[in-house]
Nanobody, 114 residues
Framework: VQLVESGGGLVQPGGSLRLSCAAS????????MGWYRQAPGKQRELVAT???????NYADSVKGRFTISRDNAKNTVYLRMNSLKPEDTAVYYCNAYYGGGNYWGQGTQVTVSS
């Protein structure tokens, strides 16, 4: 199983980024997909999840600014991040969960700074 994130980088406050996570080795359409993040010195936290039926859930801190989506044909989940703030700076991790399977990507760094 591989989850490969991409799209991170350095962006100014107020800017936007789109993260992608390409999955392989799983039946993607069966998995709840999620994005989590971990800032230096802090615990990993939930950012957003999307179910197989495309129901979404967001952390209060990102509601209205971030959008999670999935493309089952491409085995890919996305996180569109708008109006980025310095406090969004973290390593962002992709997660796939289904039954007994719980998989993580290697993470992609997002830095919001002027």
């Amino acid at each position: 199983v591989q989850l490969v994130e991409s799209g991170g980088g350095l962006v100014q406050p107020g800017g936007s980024l789109r993260l992608s996570c390409a999955a392989s080795g799983i039946i993607f359409s069966r998995y709840i997909m999620g994005w989590y993040r971990q800032a230096p010195g802090k615990q990993r936290e939930l950012v957003a999840t999307i179910t197989t039926g495309r129901n979404t859930n967001y952390a209060d801190s990102v509601k209205g600014r971030f959008t999670i989506s999935r493309d089952n044909a491409k085995n890919t989940v996305y996180l569109r991040m708008n109006s980025l703030k310095p406090e969004d700076t973290a390593v962002y991790y992709c997660n796939a969960y289904y039954g007994g399977g719980n998989y993580w990507g290697q993470g992609t760094q997002v830095t919001v700074s002027s």
